[in-house]
């Protein structure tokens, strides 16, 4: 008897209740992304640093210090405010990170990433002593910038709004894209200081080009109109003509032929010219990012509060025979994307709505966010698998990261398929090629 008793006095949860969780879900996913903000400017900022200091480094070394000693110092003072700031930031989402964690995959780029940069300060000295090799320094500022623009591609997967998700899209293709660039600047700027190109450095000249068009051609296809017109600007640019000269000279020259080493200057200026033009877009696109949160979490907070204003008049209202007042979306036309659901500024007298109406509302209206969701996750998940299959080659073929890249795109060219199905392909045989 008491047990029954003590059973009949808790208040079981009911479907409004998980209606409202629903809708609790989304909002607290819109502030989530709202904090991870300032993270994703604080990655944008430090990545940019460290590739200014990895071309900096580049030349003090291949100069045998006898160029840009002051510039280094000056850029690696920069970084390290930067860094400061990427810590704080990230100290800022830790409790949200870390108390009921999105993706594991997430925070394990971010350990990536703290611990390459707890070895910054050992590969400066190493660079101020000149016992590093030029390429072997680029490549571990190469390794701590790749796990920094990952944690923007982690967090892009965990996103559910379709407007936020695909701006996180555009950012990390962005961001890729300009590291590529980045590494062509090192690449070029090798073969253009010591006056020939071998056949290995042209070929990773050309690798470094077409991933950048990869990046950039899934950036337009997300990106805001504001930054696709700053990104058509760079690319009209009379430098842009300029750097296509040089490239052509770069895959041709052959390792027999030289060239005039004084070029080295002028490609280095070009390239951090166009790398610096890239960074105001990449803002651009940072921007547009923030200030959609800031829209979307104001209209879900909003959508809310009506949703719980309606449920609480079914709860007060005979709901077979009594009108009954209804904040709805009477502002959203017909067809128009999800993410523009959460306006309900209209106000109408509706008879008889229940709760399974408002299920099947909500139903619906997560359906068509997921249905919009897809071409953004299709874009992840497509360099994630070319990621994958590069590393099966690579493991597979003995081969370096520029070759297996080479082989993938070799692959698809031969087939006459997109490099996505070709790596689906492969993923799918890895325990045949291992």
């Known amino acids: 008897m008491n047990t029954r008793k003590r059973t009949e006095a808790v208040a079981l949860p009911t479907a409004a209740d998980y209606l409202i969780a629903s809708r609790q879900c989304e909002l607290k996913n819109l502030q989530y992304f709202l904090q991870m903000g300032k993270l994703v400017q604080s990655i944008s900022n430090l990545v940019h640093g460290l590739q200014r200091e990895r071309g900096a480094s580049n030349v003090f070394l291949g100069s045998a210090g006898q160029k840009f000693a002051s510039e280094r110092a000056s850029m690696a003072s920069d970084v390290d405010r930067r860094v400061s700031e990427f810590r ?4 800022e989402v830790h409790g949200e990170l870390t108390d009921y964690p999105a993706s594991s995959h997430l925070l394990n780029r971010i350990a990536s990433a703290l611990h390459d940069l707890e070895g910054l300060e050992g590969l400066r000295d190493r660079i101020e002593l000149q016992s590093i090799p030029a390429e072997a320094a680029t490549q571990r500022f190469s390794q701590l910038i790749h796990h920094l623009i990952t944690v923007v591609f982690e967090a892009a997967d965990t996103v559910v709004d379709p407007s936020i998700a695909g701006l996180l ?4 293709h962005l961001m890729n894209g300009k590291e590529y660039c980045g590494q062509e600047r090192a690449a070029g700027s090798a073969g253009f200081s010591c006056g020939r190109f071998d056949d290995a450095l042209s070929q990773r000249m050309m690798h470094l080009v077409e991933a950048q068009e990869r990046c950039f051609e899934v950036f337009v296809s997300f990106a805001d109109e504001d930054s696709r017109l700053l990104w058509q600007s760079l690319r009209a640019h009379p430098r842009e003509v300029e750097i296509e000269r040089l490239r052509q000279r770069a895959w041709s020259v052959g390792r027999y032929k030289t060239m005039d080493p004084e070029l080295a200057d002028r490609w280095f200026a070009l390239m951090t010219e166009r790398i610096d033009d890239l960074k105001m877009v990449e803002d651009s696109v940072e921007g547009c990012f923030h200030a959609c949160c800031v829209e979307r979490f104001a209209e879900a907070r909003e959508s809310l509060d009506h949703q719980e204003t309606l449920l609480a008049s079914l709860d007060r209202e ?11 979306d009477s502002g959203r036309e017909a067809g128009a994307p999800a993410g523009d659901a959460w306006a309900s500024d209209g106000v109408s007298q509706q008879f008889g709505r229940s709760i399974f109406d408002l299920v099947q509302e909500q139903t619906r209206r997560l359906q068509q966010m997921n249905d919009e969701l897809q071409s953004a996750k299709e874009a992840l998940d497509d360099r994630k698998t070319q990621e994958k299959a590069v590393l099966l080659l690579m493991e597979s073929r003995g081969l370096d990261n ?3 890249h080479r082989v993938l795109r070799k692959l698809a060219m031969d087939q006459g398929r997109k ?3 070709v790596a689906r392909a492969l993923v799918s045989m890895a325990d045949v090629l291992k």
């Open 88 to 91: 704080q930031a990230l100290s």
């Open 169 to 172: 899209v555009a950012m990390v």
């Open 318 to 328: 005979d709901r077979t025979s009594q009108p009954v007042l209804v904040l709805c």
């Open 402 to 404: 520029d070759q297996a």
């Open 419 to 421: 490099l996505p199905e």
